[in-house]
T-cell receptor, first 112, second 115 residues
Framework: DAKTTQPNSMESNEEEPVHLPCNHSTISGTDYIHWYRQLPSQGPEYVIHGLTSNVNNRMASLAIAEDRKSSTLILHRATLRDAAVYYCILRSIVIGTYKYIFGTGTRLKVLA | SAVISQKPSRDICQRGTSLTIQCQVDSQVTMMFWYRQQPGQSLTLIATANQGSEATYESGFVIDKFPISRPNLTFSTLTVSNMSPEDSSIYLC????????????FGQGTRLTVV
């Protein structure tokens, strides 16, 4: 299974942008890059996903490297509510089915 | 979107016993996924459950320890058998959105403590 690697933790000041990196050097051509976040005592929630092109939504932006071996989740203005563990995940197709393989996650701390 | 309900939300169990966790989805889905999240760790995929066929288990997980049922397109159960303290974890159910959208939804999880 293709894997992702992320820094264990990052800090950001409130109202500033945050760039969360992810390496996925063994990604295959059909793998989607997903980002989820997990707040304490909750299941992961969807943030954004992409295949090859950069993506924007109301929550964040996803910048994907041209070779697809890395990506960056961008939170444009961090708030205290953005403090969570952010997971970079590959949605991989395996023998006619698919699965989501979680990375180790980055714990984001937002400072007031 | 999909709304997932898991029961129980938490339980404390004696070692050697078994616990069955239920996962109910508010829409029909082809595949359901079961994950384990050990304390302070990321999520690890246990198995994928397809309606009408046996579940597919990931390396390190076996059917005798984690039997799964998938009787219809909206429901699945995961049983943690012959529990030991090492099974203390959060167990999560997940599905992918229908309509060709590659977005997964997760239940709130079942926090299991084995004593």
């Amino acid at each position: 299974d293709a894997k992702t690697t992320q820094p264990n933790s990052m800090e950001s000041n409130e109202e500033e942008p945050v760039h969360l990196p992810c390496n996925h050097s063994t990604i295959s051509g059909t793998d989607y890059i997903h980002w989820y976040r997990q707040l304490p005592s909750q299941g992961p929630e969807y943030v954004i996903h992409g295949l090859t092109s950069n993506v924007n939504n109301r929550m964040a932006s996803l910048a994907i490297a041209e070779d697809r071996k890395s990506s960056t989740l961008i939170l444009h203005r961090a708030t205290l509510r953005d403090a969570a563990v952010y997971y970079c995940i590959l949605r991989s197709i395996v023998i006619g089915t698919y699965k989501y393989i979680f990375g180790t996650g980055t714990r984001l701390k937002v400072l007031a | 979107s999909a709304v997932i309900s898991q029961k129980p939300s938490r339980d404390i169990c004696q070692r050697g016993t078994s616990l069955t966790i239920q996962c109910q989805v508010d829409s029909q889905v082809t595949m359901m996924f079961w994950y384990r999240q050990q304390p302070g760790q990321s999520l690890t995929l246990i198995a994928t459950a397809n309606q009408g066929s046996e579940a597919t288990y990931e390396s390190g997980f076996v059917i005798d320890k984690f039997p799964i049922s998938r009787p219809n397109l909206t429901f699945s159960t995961l049983t943690v058998s012959n529990m030991s303290p090492e099974d203390s974890s959060i167990y999560l159910c997940s599905v992918e959105a229908t309509g060709g959208k590659t977005e997964a939804f997760f239940g709130q999880g079942t926090r299991l403590t084995v004593v």
